[in-house]
């Protein structure tokens, strides 16, 4: 029993350290999807790297739908196990789940990157990103425009949120 008790606490505390540092996990919407692929305008053996991913619901789609190296990087220790679990049952070959701290990730390989996190978190996340990212990279947000960046395309979808992508000089 006390096996159980230190399992959920383990399970909770990263979920609440998770939300804590970058956002509260809510999911992308699906319809959304498709959209995001779109902005990221993936070319063959391209990186593409979902930060604070939570389960990875936008990573394991741009696996399933093209041929790129394709990257969750989460905090919470049951969003990653569902991530892994769910990236198996779909026998996703070019997907991968990193339990890690997206501001710990190393972003040198990326070419695009995919995050929906707080406002907060993406100034935070800035200074990283400009000193990690190649030129020409890409930068996807949901919801939420990066603070002091000006957008290259904004995708505006009535009565869903706003998708934000940036490029890299």
Same mark, same amino acid.
């Given at each position: 029993?006390?096996?159980?008790?230190?399992?959920?606490?383990?399970?909770?505390?990263?979920?609440?350290? $998770?939300?804590?540092?970058? !956002?509260?996990?809510?999911?992308?919407?699906?319809?959304? %999807?498709?959209? &995001?692929? +779109?902005? =990221?305008?993936?070319?063959?053996?391209?990186?593409?790297?979902?930060?604070?991913?939570?389960?990875?619901?936008?990573?394991?789609?741009? $696996?399933?739908?093209?041929? !790129?190296?394709?990257?969750?990087?989460?905090?919470?220790? %049951?969003?990653? &196990?569902? +991530?892994? =679990?769910?990236?198996?049952?779909?026998?996703?070959?070019?997907?991968?789940?990193?339990?890690?701290?997206?501001?710990?990730?190393?972003?040198?390989?990326?070419?695009?990157?995919?995050?929906?996190?707080?406002?907060?978190?993406?100034?935070?996340?800035?200074?990283?990103?400009?000193?990690?990212?190649?030129?020409?990279?890409?930068?996807?947000?949901?919801?939420?425009?990066?603070?002091?960046?000006?957008?290259?395309?904004?995708?505006?979808?009535?009565?869903?949120?706003?998708?934000?992508?940036?490029?890299?000089?």
């Amino acid at each position: 029993m006390w096996f159980v008790i230190l399992l959920v606490f383990i399970f909770l505390f990263s979920l609440a350290f $998770a939300s804590a540092s970058g !956002a509260p996990w809510v999911p992308t919407w699906k319809h959304d %999807l498709e959209r &995001i692929k +779109a902005l =990221a305008d993936l070319k063959p053996n391209e990186t593409f790297i979902e930060l604070g991913c939570g389960n990875a619901r936008v990573a394991r789609y741009v $696996a399933r739908s093209t041929n !790129a190296k394709t990257i969750g990087v989460e905090l919470s220790l %049951l969003q990653v &196990i569902v +991530a892994w =679990a769910q990236a198996r049952l779909n026998h996703l070959t070019n997907f991968r789940i990193i339990f890690g701290n997206a501001f710990h990730q190393d972003l040198h390989a990326a070419d695009v990157i995919y995050m929906f996190l707080m406002p907060e978190a993406y100034e935070k996340i800035r200074p990283k990103l400009e000193a990690e990212l190649k030129p020409g990279s890409r930068v996807i947000t949901y919801t939420w425009p990066i603070p002091g960046w000006e957008a290259e395309t904004t995708d505006v979808s009535e009565g869903f949120p706003t998708i934000y992508r940036y490029c890299l000089k």
